[in-house]
């Protein structure tokens, strides 16, 4: 499915990050990727991320998956929703929705979250650090749009949501099947089920906070410092005050703090590593049986081709003109010249065709990849 009547360049410059969009049958044909019976089955499944939101008497009720099958059979009269995180990752009519959005760079994209909702249902008012697409899949939805959010907006006091305490909508749309609504990261939103059967889909994008960085990166870092790598001063000289830190010292101290965090050659290889590391790495994708270069060129020439695990994800960074750093699932390959057009390839196409008489760096990445998982031969239809 392609977009209709969405103009990238004009979405880029005017609303990306900026104000939201109405985008009215924003497919050129729409069919929902997925029903609801088989989306209750995947919040069933023990390594499937799935919650159900309910609304009884005023109060919020959060459940967490894996959901038992009864469940859903005494939902009873409150109006309640299910949510279930990274469907695109098990179902590829679902993973088909991100094509469309490659126009934002693959390390941005997060999942596609599914809820479906009986009539009333819904999430409560809130707000997201990132921004989201809001496809309407199924049935109909109001959507409702309110003032920008920050660190200082009172939430509700809930252990488990983060909901709006006062909420003004100053926006209103009903979304009908096909129609998409972006929302930028902390504008305030709620959305309500009308009617049953409805479902929405929502494509998240990854904005990692400067925390989060700075804790990630200075873990990665320290195993490999040296206790041994201290403070000096062998020029000491006899201060006024004893107890005053001296400008000097201070500057010498960021020093030894900047000089480890600034080195961009380990920054690039750890956040291409951190940034491609699983959602759901407790998941384990890998093929029951190792392949070596041989069977990857057997099959190659018998007409198969690669497909990424929709699961998987890669990156790369350029290093020259003719070699780059391929990451995938928080591995890191060395890519030089026909490999290297390979990486790029891989990381670009969800699906290739590869030449069985690839040169044998690029037959030994393929193994790699197919091994851990990150990719799989498919016969030709």
């Not at 939103?189 to 200075?218: K, N, Q």
Request: charged share 25%.
């Amino acid at each position: 499915m392609q977009l209709s009547n969405f103009d990238v360049t004009g979405f880029l410059k005017d609303y990306w990050q900026q104000k939201p969009l109405l985008i009215r049958s924003a497919w050129d044909c729409w069919t929902n990727p997925v029903d609801p019976d088989e989306l209750a089955g995947l919040a069933c499944e023990p390594l499937v991320e799935s919650r159900i939101i309910t609304r009884r008497d005023h109060a919020w009720e959060l459940e967490h998956g894996p959901v038992p099958e009864s469940r859903f059979a005494k939902a009873g009269r409150d109006p309640w929703t299910l949510l279930v995180q990274s469907v695109d990752h098990h179902l590829p009519s679902v993973a088909a929705l991100l094509d469309p959005f490659r126009f934002v760079p693959n390390w941005r994209i997060d999942d596609v979250m599914v809820s479906y909702a009986v009539d009333g249902g819904g999430v409560g008012a809130h707000f997201d650090h990132y921004d989201v697409f809001l496809v309407q899949g199924l049935g109909r939805r109001r959507w409702e749009l309110g003032a920008l959010c920050d660190d200082d907006t009172e939430l509700l006091a809930h252990d488990g949501l983060r909901l709006l305490a006062d909420f003004q909508a100053t926006e209103e749309w009903i979304l009908e099947p096909g129609d998409m609504l972006y929302v930028p990261p902390r504008v305030a939103h709620r959305g309500v089920a009308i009617g049953d059967d409805c479902m929405t889909y929502s494509i998240g994008f990854r904005a990692p906070s400067r925390a989060e960085l700075i804790e990630a990166w200075a873990d990665d870092m320290i195993p490999d410092l040296s206790d041994s790598d201290r403070y000096s001063d062998p020029h000491l000289l006899q201060q006024d005050n004893p107890g005053e830190i001296s400008a000097e010292a201070l500057a010498q101290l960021q020093a030894m703090i900047a000089e480890t965090l600034l080195d961009k050659t380990r920054f690039a290889r750890w956040f291409g590593q951190y940034n491609t590391t699983p959602k759901n790495p407790e998941i384990d994708w890998r093929p029951e049986h190792a392949e070596d270069a041989d069977d990857v060129q057997q099959r190659l020439a018998a007409g198969m081709t690669l497909v990424r695990n929709p699961a998987s994800r890669f990156s790369l960074i350029r290093e020259t003109d003719t070699s780059l750093l391929l990451f995938a699932d928080g591995h890191c390959i060395a890519c030089r010249d026909d490999t290297a057009r390979f990486a790029e390839r891989v990381c670009a196409e969800t699906e290739l065709a590869v030449s069985p008489a690839s040169v044998p760096a690029t037959l030994e990445v393929i193994a790699l990849l197919v091994n851990a998982g990150s990719l799989a031969f498919e016969a030709e239809a």
